[in-house]
């Protein structure tokens, strides 16, 4: 079936209904139809050295990647690997077990092809989560396990809960991803300051030789950014992502705006862009740099990479433009490196720094 035609069935339900389905579908399929997802992956997985890289000790074997939110319990693992997606963040996951903030908490923005959610880090918690992992893991591809901090637990005591969720996965996970810059858990983004970024790492990296992933709002002005991402960096983070999703309401204008949660897609492309050029410009060769935000096509994903990021990750495209996005995007990156004349896309990460 045509996406636009399953798209629009999956439209007539509420975003976070749509959602279910659509992972009940990516659970169930190989079960109800073995070999389904070895036909998937046939279809979408696209094998090139050329978008091949080794980071931090890992292979990518291509530079796309599903961001934190979409596989919060990592239930879906193998069927995003079918579809041809070079990592995978899961969650944000926290020690307890949650059910996020109330309903409804997840809406389309469709004429803008974004999304707005305020979910709230609903997930099992990191027992069941981890044992789930820990069936698969070494897993085919890089795994990143998003973690935050419990709704319950108030910011004086939240570095307890990054150390235990750090110890819990840091023999299941490839790279930790710290959240700390969700606007959907009250005065999270609290945490995005000096003093607690210092003492996070300086905590963290005595507890794992794992990689860990700093992520930042795209919010904060910029002084602040680059100032924040130092101090990860120096504390010792592998890698920055930027960014997070954006409370900036003033970027959308469609009727279904809400005055709560964070908006990803199109509406942000233009400001994640610009923020991650103004961290590149000052991080670039320091850090892995990892793009994220309104990133639906391989035009813009290679932008960032020429940009400096090594990585992008996308979410909304995924809902926008269906399963297929990640083989769309590879193809189209090949087509831009074959154009540039590069021989793998680590030629092409960085080019346009201070352009």
């Known amino acids: ?159 307890e809960d990054y150390e235990n969720l750090t110890k819990e996965f840091s023999d299941i996970c490839d790279a930790f991803v710290i959240n700390i810059s969700s606007p959907n858990t009250l005065n999270l983004r609290d945490l995005q300051n000096v003093e607690f970024v210092k003492e996070l790492f300086n905590r963290l990296t005595s507890i794992t030789t794992k990689p860990i992933i700093f992520k930042i709002a795209p919010d904060m002005d910029d002084e602040k950014a680059v100032e924040i991402c130092k101090t990860a960096v120096e504390g010792g983070a592998s890698g920055v992502i930027i960014n997070n999703t954006s409370v900036d309401y003033s970027l959308s204008k469609s009727q279904n705006l809400q005055n709560f949660g964070g908006l990803s897609g199109k509406v942000i492309t233009e400001k994640s862009r610009r923020l991650f050029k103004i961290v590149a410009d000052e991080l670039f060769g320091k850090t892995v740099l990892i793009a994220s935000g309104g990133i639906d096509s391989g035009e813009e994903a290679y932008r960032r990479i020429r940009m400096g990021a090594n990585l992008v990750q996308i979410y909304t495209a995924f809902i926008f433009r269906g399963p297929a996005v990640c083989r769309y995007i590879n193809l189209e990156l090949l087509e831009l490196l074959e154009r540039d004349g590069f021989a793998n896309i680590s030629e092409a990460v960085g080019i346009d720094i201070g352009k």
């Open 1 to 159: 079936m045509n996406y636009n035609n399953l798209k629009t069935i999956f439209f007539k339900f509420q975003p976070e209904t749509a959602h279910a389905i659509a992972e009940c579908a990516m659970v169930y399929a190989d079960k109800i139809f073995p070999g389904s997802m070895s036909f998937v992956a046939n279809k979408c997985v696209v094998n090139d050295a050329r978008l091949q890289q080794n980071l931090f000790n890992l292979v990518f074997n291509n530079p796309i990647g599903i961001a934190g939110g979409f596989d919060k319990n990592a239930t879906m693992l193998k069927p995003l690997t079918a579809l041809g997606f070079g990592h995978i963040e899961f969650g944000t996951l926290t020690p307890k077990p949650q059910s996020g903030n109330k309903k409804p908490r997840l809406f389309r923005l469709i004429e803008e092809e974004s999304i707005q959610n305020a979910m709230g880090f609903n997930n099992e918690g990191a027992k069941k989560i981890a044992k789930r992992v820990q069936k698969l893991y070494p897993f085919v591809i890089p795994l990143f396990a998003n973690i935050g901090k419990n709704k319950v637990t108030p910011n004086e005591n939240a570095l």
